[in-house]
C-alpha cells in the first residue's frame, strides 16, 4: 500500500479508492454500504487505530444526513441522465457536483475522527468489519478480503 500513518483521510482515500474503485462500487451497489466510510474504516485500520477507539454508530449518525440528502440524490440524478445521451454536459455537471459533496463529507469525516488514537493495534479487517455492522449490513468477508490486500 502506497499510504502510510500521516496520510490525510482525503490523501489516503484518493489512493487507495482509485486502486480498489470496482471493489468499493460493487460494496456500495450489492450491499448498499457507505464507500466514505468504507475509506474511513481502511484509513483507521492501517493508522493501527483500535476498533474500540471508533463510535462507528455515532459517526453513522452524524453522517448519513448529508449522505441521504446531498449526494445520495446527487448519485441518482447523475445515474437517471444516462437514460437522456443529449444530457452528457448536464450528467457531467451532477457528477462533478456529486463528487465535490463527496470530498467534502471526506473532510468533515476525518474532523470528526481527529480525536481517534492511533497506534499499532487493530486491523483493518476489523475496523471494516465494525463499520459494516453498524450500517445494519453483515459484512461481506469475500469482498472485504479483496479490499485490504
Not at 29 to 41: F, G, R
Not at 87 to 105: D, H, I, N
Not at 110 to 119: D, F, K, N
Request: hydrophobic letters at 45%; a neutral charge; proline letters at 5%.
Amino acid at each position: 500500500m502506497t499510504s502510510n500513518k500521516t496520510d490525510s483521510l482525503s490523501a489516503f482515500a484518493a489512493s487507495f479508492y482509485q486502486q480498489r474503485q470496482r471493489l468499493f462500487l460493487q460494496l456500495q451497489d450489492e450491499h448498499a454500504l457507505d464507500v466514505l466510510l468504507l475509506l474511513a474504516a481502511c484509513w483507521l485500520g492501517q493508522r493501527g487505530t483500535p476498533v474500540t477507539s471508533v463510535d462507528w454508530a455515532g459517526l453513522l449518525q452524524r453522517h448519513q444526513p448529508w449522505q441521504q440528502q446531498v449526494v445520495s440524490p446527487l448519485r441518482a440524478v447523475r445515474r437517471a441522465l444516462r437514460e437522456w445521451p443529449q444530457a452528457e454536459a448536464l450528467r457531467e455537471q451532477v457528477k462533478a457536483s456529486e463528487l465535490a459533496a463527496e470530498w467534502a463529507q471526506l473532510a468533515r469525516l476525518e474532523q470528526w475522527l481527529a480525536p481517534v488514537v492511533s497506534g499499532e493495534g487493530e486491523t483493518m479487517a476489523l475496523q471494516l468489519q465494525a463499520c459494516c455492522r453498524a450500517q445494519g449490513v453483515s459484512p461481506p468477508s469475500d469482498l472485504l478480503r479483496q479490499l485490504i490486500r
